[in-house]
């Protein structure tokens, strides 16, 4: 494989959510989607999307820091450069740059999705992937009461979804965890994310969540922790998720030695890339601990990256891959995805490259700025 990028074109688009998401930093009601193409030599086309969000609010990282990285520092580094495969990238991204892991990642997950189309092949097989169907989990925003909450959580698992994950906050959380588990009964796949608000002075309210039989607590404790979580871990049945903690391969293994947490949220777009994200599956698989795939409200070109990546063994649990419907009137996607009555995403093995049709025309529609960065750009 040679993969040599001559363009690489920046796009934000603004996606209006079906219904405002809420998590307990902050709420998300038009979502703000940096979009990359990336053109080779050859004339084949990559896309992928940066997750970074409009707020600083669950990554230092935002969608204007990333633009300006890219732009600045990524792009450099990438544009006419000669890759013989992907997982080069991951490298030349890290060798003198530090951080910024959502901005990489955009451009890394780029060159995979432009790997797949050089190689005539689908992302999920040349990542290694093994499953033809993504169980898939919803995530639901903080709600105004625990009847709110339960109806969506009703309708949820009615639709099919593997996983109901709930979001908490401090003032919403006990109250709210129990009016679902007594609506639902004991069986039903629940699980919180707390996107951080909590501290380790908050142990009452945490050990009662306990009590709830939740497969797991997604990152109760600071973004960028790994040392309080071991303490909390030994104070609870219930396994920690990490989710904002994990950014490398290198701190899933520091989760692992020091037992912070026993299942790992994998996102591509937070962890530097797909490349990354492999590693942070493999390193997880050696010690069994389980993941899955998250999700950061992406449109169909990262939910694509997504799925191609949780077709990989050792994401056994319901990912958060919901379909296009779950958060769009309509995605820049064709076919858009959508999830069967027992709760499955397939993954679309029978195209190459993504596995879906870029829709151009809505993109231009929707599309506030863009940026066309090459070599000779940035010369001088
Ligand atoms: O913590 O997993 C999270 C969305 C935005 C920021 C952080 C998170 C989320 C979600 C949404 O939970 C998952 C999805 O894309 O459906
Ligand atoms: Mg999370």
Aim: hydrophobic share 45%; charged share 25%.
């Amino acid at each position: 494989m040679r993969l040599e990028v001559d363009q690489l074109i920046l796009r934000e688009i603004r996606l209006p959510l079906v219904e405002p998401f809420q998590i307990s930093s902050g709420t998300v009601t038009d979502r703000r989607i940096m979009l990359v193409e990336a053109i080779d030599v050859s004339g084949a086309i990559g896309w992928g999307e940066c997750v970074a969000m409009e707020a600083p609010n669950y990554s230092p990282e935002t969608i204007d820091t990333c633009w300006l990285m890219i732009s600045d520092w990524v792009a450099p580094r990438i544009l006419g450069r000669r890759f013989d495969d992907p997982r080069e990238v991951r490298a030349v991204l890290a060798e003198d740059f530090r951080g910024h892991a959502m901005a990489k990642a955009a451009v890394e997950m780029t060159l995979w999705a432009l790997a797949a189309e050089v190689s005539v092949a689908p992302l999920a097989r040349i990542l290694g992937g093994t499953r033809d169907a993504i169980a898939t989990g919803i995530s639901v925003g903080i709600q105004r009461d625990p009847d709110m909450l339960v109806d969506k959580a009703r309708a949820a698992l009615k639709a099919g979804y593997r996983k109901v994950k709930i979001k908490v906050k401090p003032g919403k959380d006990v109250d709210y965890i129990r009016a679902v588990r007594e609506a639902v009964g004991p069986n039903a796949p629940l699980m919180a994310d707390a996107n951080s608000a909590y501290t380790l002075a908050d142990m009452e309210t945490l050990q009662t969540l306990d009590d709830f039989g939740l497969l797991m607590i997604e990152q109760p404790l600071a973004w960028d922790d790994i040392v309080q979580h071991a303490k909390l871990q030994c104070e609870l049945e219930t396994p920690i998720c990490l989710d904002e903690s994990i950014t490398s391969a290198a701190h899933a293994r520091s989760m692992i030695e020091l037992d912070s947490g026993r299942i790992v949220n994998i996102k591509a777009g937070r962890s530097g890339g797909l490349t990354e994200s492999v590693a942070i599956h493999d390193v997880c698989r050696e010690y069994e601990i389980p993941v899955w795939c998250g999700g950061m409200l992406e449109s169909g070109i990262g939910r694509a990256h997504n799925v191609a990546l949780a077709s990989l063994p050792n994401f056994t649990l319901p990912g958060d891959v919901s379909p296009s419907a779950r958060y769009w009137e309509q995605d820049i996607v064709w076919p858009e995805w959508t999830m069967d009555k027992d709760g499955y995403v397939q993954v679309p093995l029978d195209k190459p490259g993504l596995g879906v049709e870029i829709d151009r025309e809505r993109i231009e529609y929707l599309c506030v700025r863009t940026k066309s960065l090459t070599k000779r750009s940035l010369v001088g």
